[in-house]
């Protein structure tokens, strides 16, 4: 029955009432905070420029930060390490005494509560900062990439993360990661597989955070092109085949279509990164004035679980919740 039967605003009519009807719910539970946790000498906390209230941290500063999501209600953090030294094996990325092992024993000695994900891959660790080893002519190599990579998913389940998150799009690499884990004995370590990781300019500031900007050319050749939807539901398939626990498509904003049919296609719980640049957007946009922080975050957050994620990764979480 059309108007005037149907009125759709007799629900929108008191704050209780469009409490009662609200589709998506946002809740601290549902949100991931990123850590950058940073080796050598610099001690306590080093601002990140391109993101705003998101510092480097050292390992004591980390386990503090963690203390805090806690605090706020935070089930998770995801861990990103920024090693001293960088080479062309990226072998900062496997080494068991490596900063991202290090933090992860820190976090979990102080706070065995919270879940610790690692971001497992090669581009913070190598000097020419690709997500994987180099050929000759400058390529990627698929397979041997594929060895270290598991091989630093064991060293992080080793020094105690909860769950891996490998996040460098070669192919093959989810049923390699869970192979490897269950040889070693972590047959309970979740896997969640960065599915469909796009070739974004929204990582700005992220690789500005972590060093990491390739020295050379760029990730087309393992990310995916922004262009390609079905694409990003046969990776989020054959990872769900190879034995992901949790899918995840990244960045969020620009993708929300492509979140809602992997959702649909994998019925499998589902991780959104809001990334580093979306980020830097909302802050740039707050900063000048143009809008108001607090309803665009929230309503941004919103969005992306509307859209079908279960989980969103988001330098907002610790404003989050205390909005909410
Ligand atoms: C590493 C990785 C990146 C991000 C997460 N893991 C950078 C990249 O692929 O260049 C980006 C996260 C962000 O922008 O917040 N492969």
Same mark, same amino acid.
């Given at each position: 029955m059309p108007?005037?039967?149907?009125r759709?605003?007799r629900?929108? +009519?008191?704050p209780v009432? %469009? &409490?009662?009807?609200?589709?998506t719910r946002? =809740? ?6 990123p850590?950058? #946790?940073?080796s050598g ?5 080093t601002p @990140?420029a391109?993101?705003?209230? @998101?510092?480097r941290?050292s390992?004591?500063?980390a386990?503090?930060e963690a203390g /805090? +999501?806690?605090a706020?209600? !935070?089930?998770a953090?995801l861990l990103f390490g920024?090693?001293?030294h ?7 990325a496997?080494d068991?005494?490596g ?5 992860t024993?820190? @976090? $979990? ?5 919270? #879940? ?6 090669l581009c913070?660790?190598t &000097?020419?900062?690709h997500?994987g080893?180099? %050929?000759?002519?400058?390529?990627v190599?698929?397979d *041997? *990439? #594929?060895e270290l ?6 060293s992080?389940a080793?020094a105690?993360?909860?769950?891996v998150a490998?996040?460098d799009?070669?192919?093959g690499?989810?049923? +390699?990661v869970?192979a490897a884990?269950?040889e070693?004995?972590? =047959?309970d370590t979740?896997?969640?597989a960065y599915s469909a990781?796009?070739? =974004?300019?929204?990582y700005?500031?992220f ?6 900007t390739?020295?050379?050319? &760029?990730r087309r050749?393992y990310?995916?092109d922004?262009?390609?939807?079905? /694409?990003?539901?046969?990776e ?8 992901a626990d949790?899918?995840m498509v $990244?960045?969020?904003?620009a ?8 959702k649909?296609?994998?019925?499998l719980?589902v991780?959104?990164?809001?990334v =580093?640049g979306?980020y830097a957007?909302?802050?740039a946009?707050a900063?000048?004035?143009? !809008?108001?922080? %607090?309803?665009?975050v ?14 969103v990764i988001t330098?907002?979480a610790?404003?989050a919740?205390?909005?909410?």
């Amino acid at each position: 029955m059309p108007f005037p039967a149907t009125r759709l605003r007799r629900l929108r +009519a008191t704050p209780v009432l %469009r &409490d009662l009807v609200r589709e998506t719910r946002l =809740s601290p539970a549902d949100l991931v905070l990123p850590l950058f #946790v940073e080796s050598g000498p610099r001690a306590g906390r080093t601002p @990140i420029a391109s993101l705003p209230g @998101i510092d480097r941290l050292s390992i004591s500063a980390a386990v503090q930060e963690a203390g /805090e +999501a806690v605090a706020l209600g !935070l089930p998770a953090v995801l861990l990103f390490g920024i090693p001293e030294h960088k080479d062309a094996d990226g072998s900062g990325a496997y080494d068991d005494e490596g900063i991202v092992q290090l933090a992860t024993r820190a @976090i $979990k000695e102080a706070h065995p509560q919270l #879940v610790v994900m690692t971001d497992v891959c090669l581009c913070e660790y190598t &000097d020419h900062g690709h997500c994987g080893l180099l %050929r000759a002519d400058g390529s990627v190599d698929n397979d *041997s *990439s #594929v060895e270290l990579i598991a091989r630093t998913a064991v060293s992080h389940a080793r020094a105690g993360a909860d769950v891996v998150a490998p996040s460098d799009m070669m192919d093959g690499r989810i049923g +390699a990661v869970r192979a490897a884990l269950d040889e070693e004995g972590f =047959s309970d370590t979740p896997i969640v597989a960065y599915s469909a990781k796009f070739a =974004s300019a929204f990582y700005g500031p992220f690789r500005d955070a972590a060093g990491s900007t390739p020295a050379f050319g &760029d990730r087309r050749a393992y990310q995916m092109d922004p262009a390609n939807g079905d /694409e990003a539901v046969r990776e989020a398939l054959l990872d769900v085949a190879e034995g992901a626990d949790v899918v995840m498509v $990244k960045p969020a904003l620009a993708y929300l279509d492509v979140i809602r049919r992997v959702k649909d296609a994998t019925k499998l719980p589902v991780a959104a990164y809001n990334v =580093s640049g979306e980020y830097a957007m909302i802050k740039a946009a707050a900063a000048a004035g143009a !809008l108001d922080e %607090r309803a665009a975050v929230l309503e941004t957050l919103t969005s992306i679980r509307r859209a079908g994620a279960d989980i969103v990764i988001t330098y907002h979480a610790k404003d989050a919740c205390q909005w909410l």
